[in-house]
């Protein structure tokens, strides 16, 4: 297993009309919850592991508005290649 940061490292990811983005942070009004361990965090973040499949494994768990989730289409499809730039200025 591989070590975290100390603390917790928080982003968020903003969904509006099809246009995904991600930012440092919590969000004040999410809609739903993305819950990961540190290994699955940094394997999605340097591009090992696809955000659809750790969801898909139960590597990430998810609260809050599921339904409306769904309804906003591949979101998870989307994350991977927001993730990109986030990928960039991240060392592991």
Do not use: N
Not at 15 to 44: E, H, L, M, Y
């Amino acid at each position: 297993m591989t070590a975290g940061p100390s603390g917790d490292v928080a982003y968020h990811v903003d969904v509006r009309d099809c246009d995904v983005r991600i930012a440092p942070g919590v969000a004040s009004d999410a809609t739903v919850t993305f819950i990961q361990d540190w290994d699955t965090a940094s394997s999605i973040g340097k591009g090992e592991l696809s955000a659809q499949g750790a969801f898909m494994a139960g590597r990430i768990r998810v609260r809050g508005d599921l339904p409306r989730l769904v309804s906003g289409g591949d979101v998870f499809g989307h994350l991977d290649d927001v993730l990109a730039e986030l990928r960039s200025q991240t060392t592991y």
